[in-house]
């Protein structure tokens, strides 16, 4: 089974199909730079460039670096104000030919992408109890599970340390703007993992984000943090594998039943009015494998 996956980050927006059997692009990813100011419309039209680079037609995933509920864009931290309450399921499925064009999109939070990939086919797959993936890029994106349950948009990249967003002192751009040594970085992060853990008394962290390809750099370096703490296995693909796999559980149906089993036809709205069926669905990628290409095995 092969789904397309978008990951749009603040310095570029890459993509590719997705095998859903095994969590591993099928070819080698297309990258082009996010635009300057990333208003949607100019994001948009990189998506669609990604996704016409392969021919693409079928259901597509995409990230967001923000809040998405139910595809609707709730903040923009890194991006154009623009995407503030913006419906960015549908700008981006008409602007790849909607629905009858075989390209409708669902949209996530890019570090919930990014999680629920590594949960299911890397570096958290099989943890129980809380894990948190952190993505450090532009900013700090976060996914956090509970027993392989998805907690949506938790943003923890914005919790405030030493009087700044934690992003600002924190991520690869902060690094990379303050010209910061390994040791000096290492040193702001574990401050940063620390705070997260006393918070939420995590088992586990993922590093994510393209810095992950050099972990040994920074992660020895990092103490005093009682979680264990490992780089992302997916590394920089996991928003591309996470996009997938919730367009996949949104294109499959309602989430299964408690017991694993299929859940019957439900009227709309069944659950919290604020979980719509794209929440439901992005949900659903990581609590059940029914439905899945691998379910039964």
Do not use: C
């Not at 635009?35 to 079928?58: L, M, Y």
């Not at 109890?129 to 890029?137: A, D, F, R, Y």
């Not at 995590?202 to 490992?230: C, D, H, T």
Request: hydrophobic share 40%.
């Amino acid at each position: 089974m092969r789904v397309f996956g978008v990951d749009i980050g603040g310095s570029g927006i890459k993509g590719a199909p997705v095998d859903l059997e095994r969590g591993e692009l099928t070819e080698e990813r297309h990258k082009v730079l996010t635009p300057h100011p990333a208003t949607p419309d100019a994001v948009a039209d990189g998506v669609r460039e990604v996704v016409d680079h392969f021919g693409w037609s079928g259901p597509v995933g995409a990230t967001f670096p923000g809040v998405v509920t139910d595809g609707t864009t709730r903040t923009a931290a890194n991006v154009d104000k623009g995407w503030i309450g913006l419906d960015a399921a549908g700008l981006l499925t008409a602007r790849l030919g909607g629905e009858a064009g075989g390209s409708p999109v669902t949209v996530l939070n890019d570090a919930d992408a990014a999680g629920l990939a590594e949960l299911r086919f890397g570096a958290g797959r099989g943890r129980t109890g809380t894990v948190i993936v952190l993505t450090l890029g532009t900013g700090i994106g976060s996914a956090l599970f509970t027993d392989g349950r998805l907690v949506p948009n938790s943003e923890l990249g914005h919790l405030e340390l030493h009087g700044h967003d934690a992003e600002k002192r924190a991520s690869t751009k902060a690094k990379e703007d303050e010209e910061l040594s390994w040791q000096h970085w290492a040193h702001r992060v574990q401050k940063y993992l620390a705070h997260v853990e006393m918070l939420f008394s995590p088992e586990l962290f993922v590093i994510g984000g393209g810095v992950s390809r050099k972990a040994e750099k920074f992660l020895p370096l990092i103490e005093g943090v009682s979680a264990e703490i490992v780089p992302a296995q997916l590394q920089n693909n996991a928003g591309i594998v996470g996009a997938a796999m919730a367009a996949y559980a949104a294109r499959a149906g309602e989430p299964p039943a408690a017991d694993g089993s299929p859940a019957a036809a439900a009227p709309a709205r069944a659950s919290a009015p604020s979980a719509g069926p794209a929440d439901r669905a992005v949900r659903s990628a990581v609590d059940s494998p029914v439905g899945w290409p691998d379910a039964g095995q």
